[in-house]
């Protein structure tokens, strides 16, 4: 089965940085997306940034300009640098894989534990 991990979450001030790295095991079709949720408590999860097998990036307008997302093929990994970090940008942030082995084939939904990110002002 497919597993991923994440590291990299802790405590900072606003206005500094962290490396979010996801790390995939197993067997993931080739097309296929990587990305970062979050959920604050009491809220809902929603998307803060993807990247396609084929490197296309897309971000939510509330961190564009701050995060950048990468992925690297060979190691199976994915990262997210957050920049400029805000008391907002604080939840639980988890890695994610949607993936196909062909194009009209089934997608699969692949999720990580979490990691937490706590921003203090």
């Known amino acids: 089965q497919v597993q991923l991990v994440e590291s990299g979450g802790d405590l900072v001030q606003a206005g500094g940085s962290l490396r979010l790295s996801c790390a995939a095991s197993?067997?993931?079709?080739?097309?296929?997306?990587m990305g970062w949720y979050r959920q604050a408590p009491g809220k809902q999860r929603e998307l803060v940034a993807s990247i396609s097998s084929g490197g296309i990036t897309k971000y939510a307008d509330s961190v564009k300009g701050r995060f950048t997302i990468s992925r690297d093929n060979a190691k199976n990994t994915m990262s997210l640098q957050m920049n400029n970090l805000k008391p907002e940008d604080t939840a639980v942030y988890y890695c994610n894989v949607k993936s196909r082995r062909w194009l009209a084939g089934p997608q699969y939904d692949y999720w990580g534990q979490g990691t937490q990110v706590t921003v203090s002002f």
């Open positions: 197993g067997s993931i079709g080739s097309i296929n997306a």
